[in-house]
């Protein structure tokens, strides 16, 4: 039983190893996996551009040509790169196939496709359009971006391939950046004339105190004076009267007057049905009088305090409007009885 447990245990061993040993080979660089896998990468990519995918079988071309770059597989990444308009890498490969060395066992096809690749960098790089930047003598020292990459500065001034498009071209000097953005159509040429905004303009110099100069000056005689027009006189507007302390005394003393007419009013109404029931006849027998005289007493307070308390109200609120008026003519008012009620008497 120990005897077979080691061999399991040993074949075990042998297939792990296995599985770990062939990627191991393959990624260290064995040229028969890496040509394997090229070809398998190169026919998923075409397949891949035939169905549309054309941003996938781009990986999978750059994926194939980095583990076998032959001059076939070269061409074809060129032709993918020239239809995603990335006509300045597409054009680096093309003419780089002719410098790749030749192989002993190249077939047909890569000697057709180094031929093709002469003919097509020459009709790609005559698409590639082309910039030339530079900078105003005033903005010299200034640092220059190409689509926020710095530029070296011996670019400045040649012609700078680019993929047609949409570019952004910006000069930075300290905090102020001026920016350009040009659109690059195939085969163009486009200068590029770049200018840092003017710094801001120093504060003035304060003022200084100047000396007077002495002068001699001659003096004319004195020219009779003109006449003097009279000034109009504007009449002074009539004094605005203040607000006489009656009017707020008539306010108070009415309100307090008329709140106690009603309060009396009050209780003399409910003592009303107690002196009915206790009186018959109009007679009210002695342990009724005590609350009678209150009735009549509350009666009489409230007859009095309720047109008193009225009438003062009525007299400061005529007061009150009365002493509004701007005019300063006299104001004159009296109360007076008249044995039904008070009245106001007065000239305004």
Same mark, same amino acid.
């Given at each position: 039983?120990?005897?077979?447990d080691?061999?399991?245990?040993?074949?075990c061993?042998?297939?792990?190893?296995?599985?770990?040993?062939?990627?191991?080979?393959?990624?260290?660089?064995?040229?028969?996996?890496?040509?394997?896998?090229?070809?398998?990468?190169?026919?998923?990519?075409?397949?891949?551009?035939?169905?549309?995918?054309?941003?996938?079988?781009?990986?999978?071309?750059?994926q194939a040509?980095?583990?076998?770059?032959?001059?076939?597989?070269?061409?074809?990444?060129?032709?993918? !790169?020239?239809?995603?308009?990335? @006509?300045? #890498?597409?054009?680096?490969?093309? /003419?780089?196939?002719?410098?790749? $060395? =030749? +192989?002993p066992?190249?077939?047909?096809?890569?000697?057709?496709?180094?031929?093709?690749?002469?003919?097509?960098?020459?009709?790609?790089?005559?698409?590639i359009?082309?910039?030339?930047?530079?900078?105003?003598?005033?903005?010299?020292g200034?640092?220059?971006?190409?689509?926020?990459?710095?530029?070296?500065?011996?670019?400045l001034?040649?012609?700078?391939?680019?993929?047609?498009?949409?570019?952004?071209?910006?000069?930075?000097?300290?905090?102020?950046?001026?920016?350009?953005?040009i659109?690059?159509a195939?085969?163009?040429?486009?200068?590029?004339?770049l200018?840092?905004?003017?710094?801001a303009?120093p504060?003035?110099?304060?003022?200084?105190?100047?000396?007077?100069?002495?002068?001699?000056t001659?003096?004319?005689?004195?020219?009779?004076?003109?006449? !003097?027009?009279?000034?109009?006189? @504007?009449? #002074?507007?009539?004094?605005?009267? /203040?607000?006489?302390?009656?009017? $707020? =005394? +008539?306010?108070?003393?009415?309100?307090?007057?008329?709140?106690?007419?009603?309060?009396?009013?009050?209780?003399?109404?409910?003592?009303?049905?107690?002196?009915?029931?206790?009186?018959?006849?109009?007679?009210?027998?002695?342990?009724?009088?005590?609350?009678?005289?209150?009735?009549?007493?509350?009666?009489?307070?409230?007859?009095?305090?309720?047109?008193?308390?009225?009438?003062?109200?009525?007299?400061g609120?005529?007061?009150?409007?009365?002493?509004?008026?701007?005019?300063?003519?006299?104001?004159?008012?009296t109360l007076?009885?008249?044995?039904?009620?008070?009245?106001?008497?007065?000239?305004?």
């Open positions: 039983m120990r005897s077979n080691r061999i399991r245990w040993a074949w061993f042998l297939f792990v190893a296995s599985l770990v040993a062939a990627p191991a080979r393959v990624y260290a660089g064995d040229p028969a996996a890496d040509r394997d896998e090229a070809k398998r990468l190169y026919v998923e990519a075409k397949r891949l551009r035939t169905q549309g995918k054309r941003a996938e079988a781009l990986e999978r071309f750059r040509h980095e583990l076998a770059p032959t001059p076939v597989l070269r061409l074809e990444l060129a032709r993918m !790169l020239e239809g995603e308009a990335k @006509l300045v #890498e597409a054009h680096r490969l093309l /003419a780089s196939i002719e410098e790749m $060395p =030749v +192989s066992t190249e077939t047909q096809k890569g000697k057709d496709a180094r031929a093709e690749a002469r003919t097509l960098a020459a009709s790609v790089g005559a698409r359009p082309k910039v030339t930047i530079s900078v105003a003598p005033s903005s010299q200034a640092q220059v971006l190409l689509d926020g990459a710095p530029l070296p500065s011996d670019t001034g040649a012609e700078i391939p680019l993929d047609p498009g949409e570019h952004r071209v910006s000069l930075v000097r300290g905090d102020v950046t001026a920016e350009k953005t659109t690059l195939e085969g163009e040429r486009v200068p590029v004339e200018r840092a905004p003017d710094p303009p504060p003035a110099p304060a003022p200084s105190a100047s000396v007077p100069v002495p002068t001699t001659t003096t004319a005689p004195a020219a009779a004076p003109l006449p !003097l027009a009279p000034r109009p006189t @504007l009449a #002074e507007p009539a004094p605005r009267r /203040a607000l006489t302390p009656w009017v $707020p =005394v +008539s306010f108070a003393a009415g309100g307090l007057a008329l709140a106690a007419g009603l309060v009396t009013g009050g209780l003399a109404m409910s003592q009303v049905d107690r002196l009915e029931r206790g009186c018959p006849s109009n007679a009210c027998p002695p342990p009724y009088h005590d609350l009678l005289a209150a009735h009549q007493a509350l009666t009489t307070t409230s007859s009095v305090t309720i047109p008193v308390g009225a009438a003062l109200l009525v007299a609120a005529v007061t009150w409007v009365v002493t509004k008026n701007r005019s300063a003519s006299p104001v004159t008012a007076r009885w008249t044995g039904a009620g008070l009245a106001v008497d007065g000239a305004w």
